[in-house]
């Protein structure tokens, strides 16, 4: 296993620590040949290069089994042009990789149905996964530009950036509850009718998946309303973007979330939250989304169902324990910094890995993701 670390700036460097002892562990307890190597990216890469990201970087990641990112930016580049941003780096990054298809998870744990400002018999049973187009749509289209009295965006589509990222979606649905959400403005854009009508055409290639459209606002509105109506959301690069950092209430935290953006060639992790400079340094960052990330690096990228369902059941296991950094604190709980919440998962993985517990991995048909069965 070839993987590229690419901590970039803010809490990134905090939480892609955390992220590399995971992966150390998992590797040495499965036996699995390891290589790491730690790149530059986005700010970090502009203070040492003078630009995001350089040709050696990206020229590692093609070259790796999986790229994972920790996250990008802070106000001290905020000035810089667009094209010399650590956002540019990281958009760069996302095409070059051809990864298209950018997966969501959206899983309450029980222990933390009580950490969302939501109610709990809102965020109670959530589980859903956000499809979201990433390498295509407003972030990327052309022209683009600004004078002193405009600017200007485009935001287009081709059929096969639609029709990939929807078979994905579908594909992704067939394992779950049978449902996917698309998420368009087709009432207003052009764009959106264009991405409607393509959905529409690969989902009678899926006869048993149950298709309905859902305009962004009405569905920004439903994610936090009933969250449980969800399946798989399939939307494009800027909805996605929004609608999944909304779905960061219904955890708690945007600390919370993982993802996984995949292409026909490359792999990119990353955690959903960004790098947070008011409390970088601090060892006050939630290290549950990058560490969640692993898991789905290891599910996806190395075949390693197992060592999946182990991660996922750490972080459960650790948070029905009462541990919790100070994004997710609730009444009676155990205040943690970044450091201790490793240890306290990497404590519970180690118990799942020394078989002090005796359990059975399986795949639920209702989820796209592996949960954890104990044995009697």
Partial sequence: MKIILLP?????????????????????????????EAMLIGGASIDADGIPLTDETLEACYKADAVFL????????????????????????????????????????????????????????????????????????????????????????????????????????????QKVTSVDKANILECSQFWRDIVIEVGKEYPSVQLNHMLVDNAAMQIVRNPRQFDVILTSNMFGDILSDIAGVITGSLGMLPSASIGDKHTLYEPVHGSAPDIAGQNRANPIGAIASVAMMFEYSFGMDEAAVMIDKAIENTLTQGYRTVDIVAEGCKVVNTEHMTEQIINNLRKLMQGKKKATPYIDPTYYMVFWSEAD
């Fill in 8 to 36: 970039g700036d803010g809490i990134g460097l905090e939480v892609t620590a955390a992220a590399e002892q995971v992966i150390r562990i998992v590797a040495e307890h499965f036996n699995k040949p390891l290589s790491i």
């Fill in 70 to 177: 920790g996250a990008i930016g802070g106000v001290k580049w905020d000035n810089l042009e667009q094209k010399l941003k650590p956002e540019a780096g990281l958009l760069k990054l996302r095409k070059s990789l051809g990864v298209y298809t950018n997966m969501r998870p959206v899983k309450v744990y029980e222990p933390m149905v009580n950490a969302s400002s939501l109610k709990s018999e809102v965020t109670r049973g959530t589980d859903m996964v956000i499809f979201r187009e990433l390498t295509g749509g407003l972030y990327f289209g052309e022209p683009r530009g600004s004078d002193s009295d405009s600017a200007w965006n485009t935001m287009e589509y081709s059929r096969l950036e639609v029709e990939r990222v929807a078979r994905k979606a579908f594909e992704a649905a067939t394992k779950r509850r």
